[in-house]
């Protein structure tokens, strides 16, 4: 399996379910059954976790490591302009503020899934974990 490292809170949100889309720089070169990991180091811009709710906030303790899975689709968003990124807001909860030009690329993810925290290193892009997890579970 592969996985994704997101920083907190991002990925507790992804997880939860209350964000769908992760927006990269890079085009997905991966799709299906993803893990989602948190990262080691958290976001500390306040925009994010301003937007985490009580029930979903010891989620956020969790850094490096396996935190959830789900299905990333083969179909991926590509943002051109500000109204195009504006428009699926709702969906990755990025300040508008942070498009870039002059492409950025949203990972729609479904079948979003909490896994009990599992302890592992990460990598910025998609990177292999080789360790056997419990990744059928289904919310």
Avoid: C
Wanted: net charge positive; charged share 25%; glycine share 6%.
């Amino acid at each position: 399996m592969f996985a994704l490292s997101l920083k907190q809170p991002w990925a507790a949100l992804l997880v939860h379910g209350l964000k769908t889309i992760e927006v990269r720089r890079w085009r997905p070169t991966r799709h299906g059954r993803i893990l989602i990991h948190a990262a080691q180091v958290p976001d500390e811009r306040p925009e994010g976790w301003a937007r985490v709710p009580a029930e979903v906030l010891p989620a956020t303790k969790l850094l490096g490591g396996i935190i959830g899975v789900g299905d990333l689709s083969h179909r991926y968003v590509t943002y051109r302009n500000l109204t195009d990124f504006a428009a699926d807001q709702a969906r990755h909860l990025n300040e508008l503020a942070w498009f870039e030009t002059p492409v950025l690329y949203g990972f729609e993810f479904a079948n979003l899934t909490v896994l009990p925290f599992r302890r592992y290193p990460g990598w910025m892009r998609f990177f292999p974990v080789e360790d056997e997890l419990p990744v059928r579970t289904r919310r």
